[in-house]
């Protein structure tokens, strides 16, 4: 499996990480949306044996509207000093959503050298705490679950009903911040809280890389992928297949220990002047039996100590 951060061994035999080459990532993204394409699905004649999934080169290159030999170069991760028209076609061609689209104009910026990074290599990145005036908005939300979260998928803030919510991710995280990848691949409550683990784990893995094409730079990063990597077959198995994902808005789905199974919708909200890190409102439609458990959890939490929101 090939993937941006490559675990190896030291010669002290302790597993490390490090970011691989650029253009091993382009590739392996590529290779992996075109496996996923085949040819019914683009309006082309299924022809001849295929032994693997997918659009073959040649069919890849027609529908992008360049050169096999051009297309085959940018699968080998050669990448850099292609236009905005190319990656436009390669993206249509290989059915790219809008993250994927997007994540592909990231890999063809960090190869052409132009894409920011504010990070040196292998560094950490700074501890984010909410502003007192950012947590008083927190607070204020009563009727909705607010959590601030990053791109690593670390929970850095929330309100009453945000921990009223997450508790046993919370309580179960002794030091540090929470981290919903750690609990969802690494704890057995999570696959109790969530009903549809499968999806939240694919979306999950998906949000992270999404993080690693945006800062492959970030320690804390390439820790996290190397020890879900290593203590996780399903993370490992969801990591190989490089899909990228978009926390925009959409439903979860809940079985909270106190108040039940819930179904609340979510929007994701990016921080102005706080690159990655995102708040998350998730609601439900007043008088549906999701706003009643929802009123049930707040209660529960004025009640209890759980209430308390960070520090």
């Given amino acids: ?15 490390t990480l490090e970011r691989m080459d ?16 085949e040819p ?11 032994r693997v999934p997918g659009l073959r080169r040649h069919e890849a290159a027609t529908l992008a509207g360049v050169s096999v030999e051009y297309y085959s170069r940018l699968e080998r991760g050669g990448i850099a000093g292609a236009s905005a028209a190319v990656l436009d076609g390669i993206a249509s061609a290989l059915l790219m959503d809008d ?27 700074p501890t984010w705490t909410p502003s007192p005036s950012l947590q008083w ?14 791109g690593r998928t670390d929970l850095l803030a929330w309100n009453s009903l945000g921990r009223a919510l997450m508790t046993e991710m ?34 999950n893995v998906a949000m992270l890389r999404t993080e690693a094409g945006r800062d492959p730079h970030d320690k804390q990063l390439q820790d996290l992928v190397g020890e879900l990597s290593t203590r ?12 990228v994902w978009r926390h925009e808005s959409g439903t979860k789905q809940y079985r909270h220990h ?43 939490a004025a009640s209890s100590t759980v209430g308390t929101t960070r520090a």
Avoid: K
């Fill in 99 to 125: 993250a994927e689209r997007a994540h592909l104009y990231r890999l063809a910026r960090q190869a052409d050298g132009v894409e920011p990074s504010t990070r040196r290599r292998g560094r950490s990145s």
């Fill in 22 to 37: 650029n253009r091993a990532e382009v590739r392996d993204f590529l290779m992996s949306r075109r496996a996923r394409v």
């Fill in 258 to 300: 106190v108040v039940g199974e819930m179904s609340l919708r979510f929007d994701g909200l990016d921080l102005v002047g706080h690159p990655g890190v995102q708040l998350t409102v998730l609601t439900a439609e007043p008088g549906s039996r999701d706003a009643e458990a929802l009123d049930l959890l707040g209660s529960w």
């Fill in 232 to 243: 996780s077959d399903e993370f490992r198995t969801l990591w190989g297949r490089h899909d």
């Fill in 137 to 150: 908005v927190l607070d204020s939300m009563t009727s909705a679950v607010a959590l601030v979260g990053n």
């Fill in 170 to 203: 919370i309580q179960g995280t002794p030091s540090g911040a929470p981290n919903f990848a750690r609990y969802i691949f690494l704890d057995s409550g999570a696959r109790r809280f969530y009903p549809d683990w499968d999806t939240v784990a694919r979306v």
């Fill in 1 to 15: 499996m090939t993937c941006p951060l490559r675990a190896s061994l030291d010669t002290g035999g302790a597993r």
């Fill in 40 to 50: 019914e699905m683009v309006g082309l004649p299924r022809t001849g044996q295929r």
